[in-house]
């Protein structure tokens, strides 16, 4: 059976600490001249929105391994004109060995998935982005030196950023404190489905910010506007406006608390810019670790991890 990596909930607590061990020996290693665990691995990867980050990383991190990528805007491909995902996925999959996708609904990535005769990668959907989830977690191990004891606040709209959290807390078993409107909490069924993998998770919903943030060792928010909401722009600035990370809230945190966000960041909008500029931020290491940690799953994905990697 192909491995795909759609969900967090795809994983289990074991496996993503394991990725987050070979992550950080990817990191140490991907500048020696002889480490090519990719070495001959194609990687497509499928754009249906813009990226900055997930492009680069993925790409720059395949090519330093002995691999290579190739970029597939669905401006350029047939399926921005028509073709099905499911044709896509078959016929794209002839090509190469593994593939990322970002799209819109997450329905079409669970579809190309389906169809797809490689491994699938969730590069972000509207509903969520675990890539960068693994990548912060690698963060944080590298920060604190733990991930399961603790405290994450999560602050603004309750998008794909923050249902991936949701998963994570429910496997890995760290606290987690969702701050949003009620009308822009996280996704249903998503909350459900993560105290059905744990029905101990410590994972509290509330719409007030200075008590999720209330001694957390990591402040985590993202835009208010996600990719694809453009529409609602101004309706969600209104309701978010009173979530912005700032001085006066991280005042509630722990002292030598860590700011995160995984980017782009809107200045003076979810966030200040004195605290995302400041030495609690931790966001450059952050995106710089998304190239290690997607490595660590194409490497497992494909198999590669038994060889000694
Ligand atoms: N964080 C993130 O996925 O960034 P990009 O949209 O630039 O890829
Ligand atoms: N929630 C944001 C994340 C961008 C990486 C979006 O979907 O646009």
């Known amino acids: 059976m192909i491995r795909h990596c759609l ?14 061990e070979v992550a950080g020996n990817i990191k140490k290693r991907i500048n020696e001249i002889n480490y090519k665990p990719l070495d001959g691995v194609i990687l497509g990867m499928i754009f249906e929105k813009s990226s900055t980050r997930t492009r680069l990383s993925f790409e720059a991190g395949m090519k330093k391994l002995g691999g290579d990528a190739i970029f597939l805007s669905s401006r350029d491909i ?18 190469v060995d593994i593939i ?27 509903l969520l982005h ?19 004891h603790i405290k994450v606040a999560f602050v603004g709209d309750g998008n794909n950023m923050a249902n991936s959290w949701i998963y994570a807390a ?18 249903g069924r998503v909350v459900y489905d993560a105290f059905k993998i744990n029905p101990y998770a410590k994972i509290t ?25 453009e529409a609602q722009k101004e309706k969600k600035h209104e309701l978010l406006k009173s979530y912005q ?11 030598d608390y860590i700011f995160m966000h995984c980017l782009p ?9 004195d605290i995302i500029d400041s030495k609690h931020s931790v966001v450059w290491d952050e995106a710089e670790n998304r190239t290690y940690a997607q490595l660590a799953v194409i490497m497992k994905l494909i198999g590669r991890l038994n060889d000694g990697y």
């Not at 967090?8 to 607590?13: C, E, P, R």
């Not at 990322?100 to 969730?122: C, D, G, W, Y």
């Not at 912060?136 to 920060?143: A, P, Q, S, V, W």
């Open 100 to 126: 990322m996708i970002r799209t819109f609904e997450h329905q079409r990535l669970i579809k190309f998935a389906e169809h797809s005769t490689v491994p699938v990668i969730n590069a972000l959907t509207d």
């Open 245 to 255: 990370v700032n001085k006066e809230l991280v005042s509630y945190a722990k002292d």
């Open 78 to 95: 047939q399926l921005g004109r028509g073709e099905t995902i499911e044709d896509s996925a078959k016929v794209i999959s002839r090509y």
């Open 205 to 229: 919903l509330t719409d007030n910010p200075k008590e999720a943030v209330k001694d957390a060792d990591v402040i985590y928010t993202d835009v208010w506007a996600s990719m694809g909401e």
């Open 130 to 148: 675990p890539c960068q989830v693994l990548a912060d977690l690698f963060t944080i191990k590298e920060k604190r030196g733990d991930i399961e």
């Open 170 to 187: 429910a496997l890995v078993g760290f606290e987690l404190n969702i701050a949003t409107p009620v009308d822009c909490a996280p996704n």
């Open 265 to 273: 960041a809107h200045r003076e909008e979810e966030v200040e810019a």
């Open 7 to 20: 969900s967090l909930k795809d994983l289990t607590k074991q496996e993503i600490i394991e990725l987050i």
